[in-house]
């Protein structure tokens, strides 16, 4: 069984959810499909939640509105019938809101009780239009019911014994169901929500992957898999088709967007593959981490601020040497793994596409 995890640009309006519906039916061994707010949902309802505090009543009801239209529009360009279970949604998410009005800071605990409705939108819009497009029985389910987390309200951590219990509850449903739920969202073990820390929808997936035992979890996202550095920086950079985990999570740890964090810690411990892929470009093989060998060079380039970390492995040696020859950055931090630069040029993009071009 597999799982797919989609991010908020691939649910970002009616077309983008039809490219996901077309993905599913392409893959009939998907069991499960968990997904993120629509793009720009999680910003907009923190947006919602500051008017709401500082009691700006007016702003914060242009917002709410413009959030629901926005996902009403989805809903409608979907023709899909789900006024009802938007209203609900909707009722509870001016009560969240008005529950934070004029408390002057937003308080954690509130926040994620705000935040989880971005992706219970977005899921309840999916798994509608899933259900007419397809012949499998589609199911939504509420992530929250085994995604037990601690209280560390806006980051939480998984409480890995009382989720792989919690599981057994969904096992029947999914021998014959596509179950479609959400990313991000949890609950304590007294069902208060919580949420795994920002773009933590990656860690959902993959803490669903080693409670269900998955062969594999696959990211969808708008890049077509993980690249030897950020593109938008280095238009040369290359998707790196196969990489360890250990090259992954060191590139998400120091900068790379692709991943969330700790979205490794699962499947390196239950030891599935995590296949980064393209909602828009599906065909693009994308990047597999898994289980991989190492073998000795640069892997990849991350930036973070003004911090530049070169990844890979034995790096001590002549890709490093290479550097001696630009000026305009100090070593940071250097080990067998990794080499931290900090770039003190002016221009530090441009020395990012430099250090590239020449040890990439
Ligand atoms: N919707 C959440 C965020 O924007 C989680 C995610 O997308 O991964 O941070
Ligand atoms: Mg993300």
């Keep these: 069984m597999k799982i797919f995890k989609f991010g908020g640009s691939s649910v970002q309006d009616a077309t983008a959810m039809k490219r996901v519906s ?108 899933l259900s007419i497009q397809h012949d499998r029985a589609i199911l939504l389910k509420d992530i929250r019911e085994i995604m037990i987390t601690n209280d560390s309200w806006n980051c939480a951590s998984p409480l890995i014994g009382e989720i792989s219990q919690r599981v057994q509850l969904w096992k029947p449903a999914i021998e014959d169901a ?96 995590v296949v980064v892929k393209s909602t828009l470009l599906p065909s693009e093989v994308g990047s597999r981490i898994f289980d991989l060998p190492k073998r000795d060079g640069v892997v990849g380039l991350a930036l973070e601020g003004d911090i530049l970390s070169i990844i890979g492995e034995n790096l001590l040696s002549e890709e490093v040497s290479i550097l001696n020859n630009l000026s305009d950055y100090e070593i940071y931090k250097q080990t067998n793994e990794y080499v931290a630069l900090r770039i003190l040029s002016e221009d530090i993009e441009d020395f990012v596409r430099e250090v590239h071009s020449k040890i990439l």
């Design 22 to 129: 077309e993905i599913i039916l392409n893959h009939s061994n998907c069991g499960i499909v968990v997904v993120s707010a629509t793009k720009n949902t999680t910003n907009e309802l923190e947006q919602i939640a500051k008017s709401a505090s500082l009691n700006e009543v007016n702003l914060m009801q242009k917002q709410l509105e413009s959030l629901t239209l926005r996902h009403r529009a989805i809903a409608d360009d979907l023709e899909l019938d789900i006024g009802l279970s938007l209203s609900e949604l909707e009722s509870e998410l001016q009560m969240c809101s008005q529950s934070i009005l004029g408390d002057g800071e937003i308080l954690p605990k509130k926040m994620d009780a705000l935040y989880s409705l971005g992706e219970r939108f977005s899921s309840l819009i999916l798994s509608s239009y």
């Design 178 to 273: 596509l179950i479609v739920t959400q990313g991000f969202i949890g609950s304590t073990i007294s069902g208060e929500t919580t949420t795994l820390g920002r773009e933590g929808s990656d860690y959902s997936a993959t803490l669903l992957g080693e409670a269900f035992s998955a062969s594999e979890v696959f990211i969808w996202t708008d890049v077509a898999g993980v690249a030897t550095c950020d593109p938008r920086i280095v238009p040369s950079a290359k998707f790196i088709e196969q990489l360890s985990y250990d090259h992954a999570s060191r590139l998400a740890q120091f900068g790379a967007k692709v991943l969330f964090e700790r979205t490794l810690e699962p499947a390196m411990r239950a030891k599935f593959p």
